[in-house]
């Protein structure tokens, strides 16, 4: 019997895999409802790949833009740098397919299969400590509520406040904000096409938009900090971004965050039926679009290995030969976090080496992350 705290991506991934190997577990969750806000993600085909594998891709499909191209443009003067051929990559690799979707829909679909299994969610349950007493643990929360467990997965997204004393986690301050907005399509001042990621790069900051929802686009801002005059968002200070884009940017409602970086270090007991998963076990830069990806990864890994073995030492084991991949993916999203934000002259050569290599080669520098066999 397994105590999942979290019902988000890898939460629900990890139990609807645990339910068809008849493994026995419950869900906590701090919140009362789904998430409110329709925003984007990225589900790329290391992910889709597992969704098919559980049988939910072919549900979740209708709700989902199907990627064929990233188009990575100037913000200069909104030119073609480069078009990533999605989907002649997917298709040379045998790969499942690159797909956008809104967050809560997304949710709602693993929460309906969830719910299908019979599976108890246990609402409003706002963890605050696990203790580890030897041959079992303790799940606190409310003021003196506990719950006696003897397996746990944690899955509770990013925190500054690990659950477990084994858990350590040092935040450090990136000096980036993320901006983020919902816009229809013919609000945005570039043409957006229904299969297509658009990467809009300058100096100070880069733009994510993408279709995935209705007729509506995501809209993700990366910025450097100091840019920012906080007190009316106003985006004045950016040189090197086309004006009909200046205007556009000044003019949005955004929802402001920092990007904060956390570094997530685990300290676990190999003997012992506790395990951690998504942002919760590693916080990833969000330039390389691979946070939800990871998470879903995560806990396919972690159910199967549960699902195959009874030895908590066996799981820890094969749960550890992630690393190596997370730590890849960490450093690609830092390097990435790099090319993005260069200055010139760094810019102005990455440009001319977008416009004058092989599009598809830069996909297949990539294989390694999509093309991935759990
Ligand atoms: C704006 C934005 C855009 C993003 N875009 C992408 C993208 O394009 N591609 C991508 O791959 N990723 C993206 N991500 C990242 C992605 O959403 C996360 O990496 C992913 O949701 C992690 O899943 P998770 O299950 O680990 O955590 P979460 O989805 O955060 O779920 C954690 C769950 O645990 C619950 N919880 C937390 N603390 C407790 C507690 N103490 N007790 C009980 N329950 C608790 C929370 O309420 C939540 O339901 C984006 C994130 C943001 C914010």
């Given amino acids: 019997m397994y105590d999942i705290i979290g019902s988000g991506i890898a939460g629900l991934t990890c139990s609807q895999i645990l339910s068809k190997s ?11 409802s789904s998430p409110e806000d329709h925003y984007g993600i990225q589900i790329t085909p290391n992910a889709s790949n597992i969704l098919a594998k559980i049988g939910l891709l072919d549900t979740i499909l209708p709700d989902m833009h199907v990627i064929n191209n990233i188009e990575i443009i100037s913000l200069r003067n909104l030119k073609t740098l480069t078009r990533l051929p999605v989907n002649e990559f997917v298709l040379n690799n045998n790969l499942s397919k690159y797909f956008t979707i809104s967050r809560k829909i997304l949710y709602e679909h693993l929460l309906n299969a969830v719910n299908k299994n019979g599976t108890v969610i246990e609402n409003n349950k706002n963890i605050s400590n696990i203790i580890d007493h030897g041959d079992h ?3 606190n929360y409310g003021k003196n509520d ?6 746990i997965i944690i899955a509770s997204g990013s925190s500054k406040k690990p659950l477990l004393k084994n858990i350590l986690i040092k935040q450090t301050s990136s000096n980036y904000l993320t901006l983020r907005a919902v816009a229809k399509k013919k609000e945005f001042p570039f043409q957006i096409k229904n ?3 658009y990467v809009f790069l300058s100096e100070d900051l880069h733009i994510v938009a993408y279709p995935f929802f209705e007729d509506k686009i995501n809209i993700v801002v990366i910025a ?3 840019n920012l005059n906080f007190n009316n968002i106003s985006i004045n200070h950016f040189k090197s971004v086309e004006n009909t884009f200046h205007d556009f940017l000044n003019a949005t409602n955004w929802t402001i965050w920092n990007l904060n970086d956390y570094k997530t270090k685990l300290f676990l007991d190999k003997n012992k039926p506790i395990f951690v998963i998504g942002d919760a076990a590693h916080t990833i830069k969000p330039h390389l679009a691979q946070g939800a990806s990871m998470a879903i990864e995560d806990a396919y890994s972690l159910a199967v290995s549960i699902s195959n073995n009874s030895d908590p030492k066996i799981i820890h084991d094969l749960m550890e030969k992630r690393n190596a991949r997370i730590k890849k993916v960490i450093r690609r999203s830092s390097t990435n976090r790099l090319i ?4 010139q002259p760094v810019s102005y050569f990455r ?10 080669s ?7 992350l999509y093309n991935y066999e759990i």
Avoid: C, M, Q, V
């Avoid at 440009?351 to 598809?360: E, G, Q, S």
């Fill in 22 to 32: 008849n493994i026995s577990h419950s869900i906590f969750e701090k919140e009362t």
């Fill in 351 to 360: 440009d001319i080496y977008l416009r004058n290599t092989k599009p598809i």
């Fill in 137 to 139: 643990f303790d799940i």
């Fill in 146 to 151: 506990t719950k006696e467990s003897r397996g």
């Fill in 224 to 226: 450097k900090k100091n």
């Fill in 362 to 368: 830069h996909l297949n520098s990539l294989k390694w």
């Fill in 195 to 197: 299969d297509s990621i």
């Fill in 340 to 343: 993005f934000h260069a200055k």
